[in-house]
C-alpha cells in the first residue's frame, strides 16, 4: 500500500511518496492540496502557512499536482531546481528532470528564475517546459490532460515511439525489457496506461497496436518480438 513519509530536520518537513506507483494526497497547514506520484518528494518549512510571509514548498524530485488556496498576501511559491512558480490560488502541475515542466489547470502562474526575474506567465491551457541545461524556457498550448491524467489514475502518452514506451514501463513495473522488435523509432503510438492494470494487461493491450509478441522468461526479463 502507499505510505507517507515525513522527516523533520534543520526546521524542514519532507512529504514523500517512494512508491513505484499510485499517488499520495496531502493538505497543508494552509488548506492547499499537495497529490504527489510515485516516486516523488517536497520539502517545506515546519512553519509553512503559521506567519506572513510567502508559502514556500520544494519540489525535490519527481511530479505533483498543486491545488493552491488563494491568499492575496501570502503567494504561494514553488522552487523546482532553477525556477520558481509563483501563484496566488490556482491549480498547477509541476514535474522535474532535464526538462521542468510546469501545467497550468486553472487560475494564473508567474515563472521566475532564481533570482526572481519573471520569465512568464502562463494562462489555463498552457504548459512550460524549462530545459535545466539550456536554460531556455517554452510555452506549449497543451492539452491539460495528458499532463495531469496520473492523479486520476491514468498515464496518457499522445505521442511515444517502442523504445520510450518501454523505458516507462520498465519503471513503472519493475521489469527489464529486451526489445528485439526492430521497429522505427519514428514510429509514434498513443498509448494509455491504468494504474490498475498489471503488466500482462499493459503488454497485451499494445499488442492492439503494435506488431509485437512477448514472453516473460524465468529471471522476470520481457522479451519483446516483432509478429
Given amino acids: 500500500g502507499l505510505w507517507v513519509y515525513l522527516s523533520a530536520f534543520v526546521g524542514n518537513v519532507s512529504l514523500s511518496n517512494p512508491n513505484h506507483d499510485g499517488i499520495v494526497e496531502f493538505v497543508l497547514n494552509d488548506g492547499s492540496t499537495v497529490i504527489l506520484n510515485a516516486e516523488s518528494e517536497i520539502s517545506f518549512s515546519k512553519r509553512f502557512g503559521k506567519g506572513k510571509g510567502s508559502r514556500n514548498v520544494t519540489l525535490e524530485k519527481g511530479e505533483v499536482f ?25 491549480t498547477f502541475n509541476v514535474k522535474t528532470g532535464g526538462i521542468v515542466s510546469t501545467t497550468l489547470e486553472s487560475g494564473k502562474v508567474s515563472i521566475e528564475d532564481a533570482g526572481g526575474n519573471q520569465l512568464a506567465e502562463l ?28 492523479k486520476f489514475g491514468q498515464i496518457i502518452f499522445e505521442s511515444i515511439n517502442l523504445d520510450r514506451l518501454f523505458d516507462e514501463i520498465e519503471k513503472r513495473y519493475d521489469v527489464l525489457i529486451d526489445n528485439q522488435t526492430g521497429i522505427d523509432s519514428d514510429k509514434n503510438y498513443r498509448f494509455v496506461i491504468n494504474n490498475s492494470e498489471s503488466l500482462e494487461d499493459v503488454l497485451e493491450s499494445l499488442k492492439f497496436i503494435a506488431p509485437i509478441e512477448y514472453t516473460l522468461n524465468n529471471a522476470g526479463k520481457v522479451i519483446v518480438t516483432m509478429t
Fill in 66 to 90: 498543486f491545488d493552491v488556496v488563494k491568499d492575496a498576501v501570502r503567494p504561494f511559491i514553488v522552487g523546482a531546481g532553477e525556477i520558481n512558480i509563483r501563484v496566488l490560488g490556482t
Fill in 123 to 150: 494562462e489555463p491551457g498552457q504548459t512550460a517546459h524549462y530545459n535545466t541545461e539550456t536554460d531556455v524556457l517554452e510555452i506549449e498550448n497543451s492539452n491539460t490532460s495528458k499532463y495531469i491524467s496520473w
